[in-house]
């Protein structure tokens, strides 16, 4: 299904709990619940963009469009200060805590694909085929995990340079898993040339982007002293007027490296970063962020089964701001709510 904006994605490991003896941070926590839904909006916003509401749709996807750089920002600050790793197994665990529910969520959504409706290849051929690609990077059936294609080498490269710079024994493989992503872009493409097969294009790399909402935004996240509140949320709101408009005359889906979006990101942090989260509520805070992994993994399932029927049969007008409204609460309630469950029956290993 073409899609009329790219994939937003979600959140790093659970690192919010920070190292021995750190104290959790549930502005993090709410930060990163804030920026789940804010993904399952995205991507709710999108289905009613392709079903021909474009007013609903890039306001929608304005008002959720800081989520991708937010989450940069925060698996910056939890790789630089909130959790640095300390050795290279604790570095090699943490990117296993992300590649193995990639990897089982990738096949469900494959085997969804294959339930519902023809693959790009046809049959069971196409879904060994797209199984294949998604060694390379993300396709369609789960085109909303090409954050992670992204997230896991800034994770390898801000963990092996935690331990250079503290100078601990020389992460060996760690290095060289670091060395084989940068070089896999071109080996994969001399393969292509020299070999004559359709290999996909190799996905598993960063951007100055990214890593720039990383660093910037680990050190705007650690310094918790800032200006007053009322100000960021001041900031809050130009920002997202601003990209509204930017969005509407000039270009969507706005860029995420994009002044407009990162202005509306650096509000957000600014404003959520610090905020005291009432005692009574931390509990629930802290599991549902601990479930916003598996809610960014499982989400997809829910827009198509609950936000697409409706975007698609519902007039235009009025009613459809309403719609996307309800049926994105909806959809990020049972998301999270899935995800909690399968928290508390001991399968976030496998399933985020």
Do not use: N
């Not at 959504?109 to 085929?129: D, F, I, N, R, T």
């Not at 393969?191 to 598993?204: D, F, N, Q, V």
């Not at 609950?306 to 309403?322: I, M, Q, S």
Request: glycine content about 10%; overall charge positive; proline content about 7%.
């Amino acid at each position: 299904m073409p899609r009329t904006a790219p994939p937003t994605a979600l959140p790093a490991e659970p690192t919010a709990r920070g190292g021995p003896g750190r104290d959790r941070r549930d502005d993090i926590d709410l930060l990163r619940v804030i920026c789940t839904a804010a993904v399952v909006l995205v991507h709710a916003s999108a289905e009613f963009l392709d079903a021909g509401h474009r007013t609903t749709g890039i306001l929608g996807d304005s008002a959720g469009r800081f989520a991708v750089p937010a989450f940069f920002a925060m698996a910056g600050w939890a790789a630089l200060a909130g959790s640095p790793v300390r050795g290279e197994a604790q570095l090699l665990t943490r990117l296993g805590r992300i590649v193995r529910p990639m990897a089982v969520w990738t096949a469900v959504y494959l085997l969804w694909q294959y339930v519902s409706g023809p693959s790009s290849g046809g049959g069971a051929e196409g879904v060994v085929k797209d199984a294949l690609r998604a060694l390379f990077g993300s396709v369609e059936a789960a085109f909303h995990l090409w954050y992670l294609y992204t997230y896991v080498p800034i994770l390898l490269l801000l963990g092996v340079a935690v331990l250079v710079l503290k100078q601990r024994a020389t992460p060996r493989r760690a290095l060289l898993l670091l060395a084989a992503f940068a070089v896999a872009p071109a080996v994969v493409g001399d393969a292509r040339t020299l070999t004559g097969l359709p290999l996909p294009a190799w996905a598993w790399s960063t951007s100055l982007y990214s890593l720039g909402y990383a660093v910037a935004g680990a050190g705007l996240l650690a310094a918790r002293r800032r200006g007053p509140r009322p100000l960021w949320l001041a900031g809050v709101a130009v920002a997202l007027v601003a990209l509204t408009l930017y969005q509407f005359t000039v270009r969507h889906p706005a860029a995420y490296g994009s002044a407009a979006v990162a202005a509306l990101t650096f509000t957000v942090l600014g404003a959520v970063g610090g905020v005291r989260v009432p005692e009574r509520a931390r509990a629930a805070l802290g599991r549902l962020s601990d479930a916003s992994f598996g809610t960014y993994l499982v989400h997809l399932l829910f827009v198509m089964l609950l936000v697409r029927p409706v975007a698609e049969g519902l007039p235009h007008g009025f009613p459809a701001p309403v719609a996307l409204a309800v049926t994105a609460t909806v959809a990020a309630v049972l998301s999270f709510a899935v995800s909690v469950l399968w928290g508390r029956l001991g399968m976030r290993r496998w399933l985020g």
